[in-house]
């Protein structure tokens, strides 16, 4: 969805195309809209509304359209509905909710027609060139073109060229890619080197600023201040005080003695 609103923003207008560019498969579309909250809701009503201006075509893919939200589901003009079976009184509700929403027909019996439908076979309506639903019609689809057993290699080679597409796809094109674009630079910008060496300017010497005397005294001053601030410095201190205050009484005992002699 995120992908479709980005188209949706981006792709110019086409107006009416008779078939879409590209074409989007929701498969499981009951687990897109399950929990979904309204603003999502809203943008996908107006995304799957307008984007087929742009060539887009949107196609959901479930069991009953019960899984697609009303408003969601009122914005889809083509019906591809296959075989409903009601084994429950829910299944019969759901089919008789999906027979409705079907346009009337007086050909079928359109609840009956759901119930019997084989493999392959399913209920179709699509918009006519005026914009409207066309009657229902009971369809055999039909199977892919494909085999599904290995080709001989004789065949294979006559098979490719008979293919409607081999013209268009038989063509070798080599494009640029970016590894080459990567390796091109680099083989320029090494041609290049000597010539950017050879004019590039000789290196100068790097320029040694006068030292200013009291710029010095200024540093010494710093280192000495960090060293008087340091733990050692600081206990060497105390030791000194210690000693210097002990010498001291020392002294002032020996002259108070000296006094008494």
């Known amino acids: 969805m995120w992908m479709l609103a980005r188209l949706y923003n981006t792709l110019p207008e086409v107006g009416d195309a008779d078939k879409p560019k590209l074409v989007f498969f929701f498969d499981e579309a009951h687990l897109l809209f399950e929990d979904a909250g309204k603003p999502f809701l809203q ?4 995304v799957v509304r ?7 075509g949107v196609f959901f893919v479930t069991q009953t359209p019960k899984d697609v939200p009303a408003d969601v589901l009122a914005q889809l003009g083509n019906r591809v ?3 409903l079976r009601a ?6 509700k759901a089919l008789r909710a999906t027979a409705n929403t079907f346009p009337r027909s007086e050909h079928y019996d359109i609840p009956k027609t759901l119930t019997s439908l084989g493999i392959g076979e399913a209920l179709v309506t699509v918009l006519s060139p005026r914009g409207t639903p066309t009657p ?18 004789a065949d294979l080679q ?34 290049d080197a000597p010539a950017r060496e050879s004019d590039a300017p000789a290196p100068r010497a790097p320029k040694r600023a006068a030292k200013n005397p009291a ?11 960090k060293a008087l601030g340091s733990p050692m410095a600081r206990t060497v201190g105390r030791e000194l005080v210690r000693g210097l205050f002990g010498v001291l009484g020392v002294s002032t005992t020996t002259r108070r003695r000296r006094r008494l002699w």
């Open 43 to 46: 943008q996908v009503e107006q």
């Open 81 to 83: 509905q296959h075989a």
């Open 136 to 153: 229902v019609v009971a369809t055999l689809v039909a199977p892919p073109a494909s085999l599904m057993t290995p080709i001989p290699a």
């Open 50 to 56: 307008l984007v087929r201006s742009k060539g887009v």
């Open 87 to 92: 084994f429950t009184p829910d299944d019969e």
């Open 215 to 225: 710029d010095g005294g200024a540093d010494v001053a710093k280192q000495i201040g």
């Open 158 to 191: 006559a098979r490719v060229s008979s293919s409607p597409l081999h013209a268009e796809y038989a063509k070798t094109i080599d494009r640029e890619s970016a590894r080459e674009v990567l390796e091109a630079r680099a083989r320029a910008a090494e041609a």
